[in-house]
């Protein structure tokens, strides 16, 4: 059975390390990848050039911050949902944005999900749990593409 894996596109090494904190503390024990811009994403799922991973299979979550450096969260859910490889995969943005532009903007370019981060240590804790319970146990994922 292939794990599932979670890809977190997270630039802030705080942000990262509470998310990886957080998945920890609710038993949420799958492998996760982290990518620090959007650039390194896009080279992890696409093979847009040597990203110095191997992957095996494409993750079953995406947690995508918007504000990236290189290239941001919302050009790469664009690209993302352009490519066929990658177009099904489940999208969560998970950012302390509270722009309501850039709700709108992630939702019209095919979020699945829109979480605002939390300042708080155990609200963030919260809703990274429940996003990893929901997209990972409750919801069914797409079918595989051949």
Known sequence: MISKTILLVEDNPDDEE??????????????????????????YLLGTENSGRQRTHMPELILL???????????????LRADPRTELIRIVILTSSSEEED????????????????IE??????????????????????????
């Not at 996760?32 to 994403?41: F, M």
């Not at 903007?105 to 605002?116: D, F, L, P």
């Not at 240590?121 to 997209?135: I, L, N, P, R, S």
């Open 65 to 79: 911050d918007l504000k990236l450096p290189k290239l941001d969260g919302l050009e790469v859910l664009k690209r």
């Open 103 to 118: 709700m709108l903007a992630s939702y019209r370019g095919g979020a699945n999900s829109y979480v605002r981060k939390p």
């Open 18 to 43: 509470l998310t990886l904190l957080a998945l920890r503390e609710s038993k949420i024990l799958n492998e996760v990848v982290v990518a620090h811009d959007g650039l390194e994403a896009l080279a």
């Open 121 to 146: 240590f155990h609200k963030f804790a919260e809703a990274v749990k429940q996003v990893g319970m929901y997209w990972l146990l409750l919801n069914e994922a797409p079918p595989s593409r051949p």
